[in-house]
């Protein structure tokens, strides 16, 4: 069965950076994409980045372009989330989800597999 595992969240200050992985097992399709989404409290998950697994795209939302940056290891079936001069409003439980297709959507529904989350918690 598919899993994803989360780690790498944290309690930094406003400024600071951390970075997220996601080790994902259990499958075997040729083709994906792997994203990150988080939700904070009260309000609806949200789409953050994205990569096709394949060629590497990436797609980002547009309030964390610069600071955030997907990527991912093949070797070690795993993929990162940096994440740079956070600020309060990036506080969120962060998830790692897989979407069994190789285009990179941004709507939680389109995705089949999700990791249980990784709590992020910016101070100011």
């Known amino acids: 069965q598919v899993q994803l595992v989360e780690s790498g969240g944290g309690l930094v200050q406003a400024g600071g950076s951390l970075r997220l992985s996601c080790a994902a097992s259990?499958?075997?399709?040729?083709?994906?994409?792997l994203g990150w989404f988080r939700q904070a409290p009260g309000k609806e998950r949200e789409f953050v980045a994205a990569i096709n697994w394949g060629d590497g795209s990436t797609a980002y939302r547009a309030s964390v372009k610069g600071r955030f940056t997907i990527s991912r290891d093949t070797a070690k079936n795993t993929v990162y989330l940096q994440v740079n001069s956070l600020k309060p409003e990036d506080t969120a439980v962060y998830y790692c989800?897989?979407?069994?297709?190789?285009?990179?959507?941004?709507?939680?529904?389109?995705?089949?597999?999700w990791g249980q989350g990784t709590q992020v918690t910016v101070s100011s």
């Open positions: 989800a897989l979407r069994h297709t190789s285009d990179i959507l941004t709507a939680s529904q389109s995705y089949d597999y």
């Open positions: 259990g499958h075997t399709f040729n083709t994906y994409t």
